[in-house]
């Protein structure tokens, strides 16, 4: 059943990506028509008939959708969202009511979640279905503009939608080529290894200082789970799902410390015009700080 | 040593700012090679955990509602809701904030931004709140006041976000652990979070509350000087 309904999920997510390949083919005023359609298609494809394509026929679909975006041929379109005036008219019109569409996503995601053995996802995508039935009658737009919405915004988001996935799959190639193994050698020469303080602390440390190296604590995770998290922490009997989710968000003490990740540090210095472009990191870094060290003590409190 | 090329493109790739993913996919490959895996095999690798890691990716099934909501003025509803709170401090003002963004995150509502709302909303809520309570504020402390108006929306979409059972951070725990071997349940993770969201919360509602009572003491003890050479 949840198989069933995960697989429906799947398709679901692939149709609105195969309709963000049609949208970007019928953009005429598109800068990157036909890199973007194939880029999108490529996904929904893999995303509909996943088990059934081979791997490594997947493998090269990767490779392909990855020199698409190397050579900047996926791109945002013409489309274009509602003007300002139309969207506080509506606002007006319609007022809360806009939010329990909203709040019902998050509602059947826990909900079923939590009380059947269906699973977050599942609900996850259940939520989504019943929020936009809800938002269709209460909006009373047309189904088409739902789907318009949703290519525009994936456009939007454009290929990042896809790095997590591909972050844990660097995580299985790193894991099948033994790259933990190697980085679990060089820390052990400095930690004790059976030490789960000493352990505990390298994970959350590394997590941060590797973010604030790459800027990115998705792409840290990856790395430094496989050669500190699981050698160092798991492997010693942590709860790996605690421990897992500690050491990420310990990776975002990490983010909000560097301007490698300047989205959230230093585009907004800008945006508020500070004189000092590092103005928002340095009222950041204490409370970075404090949560770092938090972060450690919830870990061996809460995983062990 | 030579397998760690992998780690050391990532940083390079990032540093330099290239394409991100095309830097992850010849880490990925250059990782398997010097890993003694051949071409093919590190794609069928690659292709199997992205096939097995599709879970990662479902929110794009949220898309159509969240820009159809967005289209009839989600955020400008909130926004409103926001402006019509009467709170006399600007650490008050950014401390309702955290909790809302928090709460926001949590439930997975996309309210927030620094363009969309810190900018146009809170910054000039918490500056005029401080300059009705303060008088004139000096260039340093509008500068702090915007340094913690920025920051709050970081705190709260940070900490909050992995709260929400099918949020990215969440699904990359899931996805990454059990390619690692450790497979968890997403909900576990979601809870796990809790506390973490709760204590980012309070720290940071001192930071606000802090900087209230630093500019209360500096304005109120430096207002009678200012009105003795006035004489």
Known sequence: MQNTLLQGLYVLSGLVSLFTAISALTDAKHPARLGTALFWSLLGLIFIFGELIPSLLVGVMILIMGVLTALNRVSFGSMTGASDDFRLQQAKRIGAWLFIPALSIAVFAFGIAQFTTLGGLVGLGIGAVVATVLALAITKAPAKTAINDGSRLLQQIGSASILPQLLAALGALFNAAGVGQVIAEGISAVIPSHNVIFGVIAYAVGMALFTIIMGNAFAAFAVITAGIGVPFVLSQGANPAVAGILALTAGYCGTLMTPMAANFNVVPAAVLEMRDKNGVMKTQVPIALAMLVIHIVLILVLAF | ????????????????????????????????????????????????????????????????????????????????????????????????????????AAVSLRLGGHVQFIRPLILPMAEGAASKSSGELETQDVEEIKGLAAAVENYGNFFGQNVFVASGGVLLVVGTLSELGYPIEPLDAAKAAIPGAVIATLLAIVQFIWYDRKLRSKYTTKAPRNRQSGE
């Open chain 2, 1 to 104: 040593m030579i397998k760690l090329i992998g780690v050391l493109l990532i940083i390079l790739g990032f540093a330099f700012k290239l394409d991100t993913i095309a830097v992850v996919l010849v880490s990925g490959i250059v990782t398997g090679m010097v890993g003694a895996l051949g071409l093919s095999e590190v794609l069928t690798i690659l292709g199997k955990a992205f096939v097995d890691t599709r879970y990662m990716t479902v929110f794009l099934v949220t898309l159509p509602v969240i820009g159809l909501l967005e289209r009839y003025g989600l955020k400008e509803q909130a926004a409103e809701m926001i402006s019509r709170l009467k709170t006399v401090t600007a650490g008050k003002i950014l401390s309702i904030y955290m909790v809302i963004r928090t709460v926001a």
